[in-house]
């Protein structure tokens, strides 16, 4: 992991960035695409079925595969909530598990009356998967409530996991302004207090994508109100790669 970065450095420009190896690169731009961690539950054999079964994000793509079926969604916050309701117009049941007894503490209200009203989402509080089952694609799901110790198994073939994921931007060492998550802050999404805390210097505001440090972009997983997809974040990174290229002739 040579080419792993460890630190960035910010306290003059052109940056510094120190390598794993002990070397460091100097820069006068910088393109953050450092990804993201997503939280995995202990199931054993979980990895097995990323992508033919498990899911980290609910798309129309994912909708379009689990139509008229039945389906899972791990979490309690807002992205579970928000991607179960989307689900739900396109599924015929949505298995909502959550670890908790219910949703008030990490849910917004809006989402959590949508939830109630639907009648195509089952929330099952106090519940967690126990076992994942088959070959080539995934098959059956084995859940278990907490409380009564009850398990059952299903015939069900999409599980998405939506239960966060931890940024990896404790390398950036406070340079630029993160989200209550540690997600990178970009754009118009820098508040003045933002950019007043971080001393912006420049007449002009952040360009898209360009983060509390002029000069230092950050796209895909890691910023702040990405999509968290492959494709957007390559087109994040061809925007991105633009405005470097603009920055440098300033």
Known sequence: MAWQAVRLRCEGW???????????????????????????????????????GIY???????????A?????????????????????????????LVRSDGL?????????RRIEESPSIVLRPCTEIESLAGDNHLESVRWRNNNTGQTEEHNIRHVFVMIGAAPNTRWLDGCVALDAEGFIKTGADLTPEDLSAARWPLARPPYLLETSLPRVFA??????????????????????MSFVYHVLQE
């Open 104 to 112: 008030a503490e990490s849910m917004s209200q809006y989402l959590i």
């Open 56 to 66: 980290y994000a609910a798309t129309h793509l994912e909708a379009k595969l689990c």
């Open 219 to 240: 796209v895909g997983d890691v910023r702040s109100g990405s999509i968290k997809r492959v494709a957007s974040a390559v087109g994040e990174g061809s925007i991105a």
């Open 14 to 52: 052109p940056y510094s960035v120190d390598m794993a190896d002990g070397k460091s690169m100097r820069s006068r731009a910088i393109l953050i695409a450092s990804g993201a961690q997503y939280r995995m539950p202990d199931i054993a054999n979980l990895s097995r079925f990323l992508g033919r």
């Open 68 to 96: 008229d079926e039945d389906i899972v969604v791990v979490g309690g916050g807002n992205s579970a909530g928000q991607a179960a309701v989307f689900l739900a117009g396109s599924c015929r049941h949505v298995h909502m």
